[in-house]
């Protein structure tokens, strides 16, 4: 009988060691930042459930926006919103990818003469020609892409902090907040039970 309880307290030990090699977490906020702090505000909306795997990756598990804005207030203060589906960030490489990708053009660029989902600008005519005419490109447009080179920049349990801060100190950062997952303890203590019943037997 003390086998099978220390077997069984092995397989709970072994089934927790498996519930924390992936962990949920939530992402709770994701800013446009510079070195000297965040820039313009930032509503998120969706699903924002990722899972933490043992390599540390970071994978979405549904769609979610984030809408920029230079103030929450004003509603012409909409600069664009990065809708993604599956955004996962590879730790190794810290680069970012999606399933699907969009960046919504909001209010503000058409008032400035701009699209700034796709980085051009008017040109003289103020008429929006979609990158063409006397149009001028800024760069590439707007992309997943934009989130490559996240490194850790802040793991205080339970958040974690991603940034990409490029040479000129501007980049995005994503904060995460573990979810508690009760049944990884359960299963710890059902384990110490097991084996503190099978160590009395045997004594």
Request: charged share 10%; glycine share 12%; proline share 4%.
């Amino acid at each position: 009988m003390k086998t099978v309880l220390i077997c069984l307290g092995l397989i709970l030990l072994v089934s927790v060691s498996s519930a924390n090699a992936a962990t949920s977490w939530q992402l709770i906020n994701v800013e446009s930042v510079t070195q000297n702090g965040p820039v313009g505000s930032v509503t998120l909306s969706g699903n924002r459930s990722f899972t933490r795997l043992g390599n540390n990756d970071f994978v979405g598990n549904g769609v979610f926006e984030v809408r920029y804005a230079i103030s929450p207030s004003f509603p012409s203060h909409h600069l664009f919103t990065h809708q993604f589906d599956q955004l996962q960030i590879t730790a190794a490489t810290g680069d970012a990818s999606a399933a699907v990708f969009q960046c919504i053009e909001g209010l503000f660029g058409t008032a400035v003469g701009a699209n700034l989902c796709n980085n051009y600008n008017y040109g003289d005519n103020y008429t929006d020609e979609g990158g063409t005419g006397d149009d001028v490109i800024l760069g590439p447009p707007q992309s997943v892409n934009d989130y490559d080179g996240m490194m850790l920049g802040g793991a205080v349990l339970p958040l974690v902090t991603m940034n990409n801060f490029d040479v000129n100190g501007y980049g995005y950062e994503l904060t995460f907040q573990q979810v508690p997952v009760p049944a990884a303890g359960w299963l710890f203590g059902s384990a110490l039970v097991l084996m503190l019943r099978a160590r009395r037997r045997r004594g």
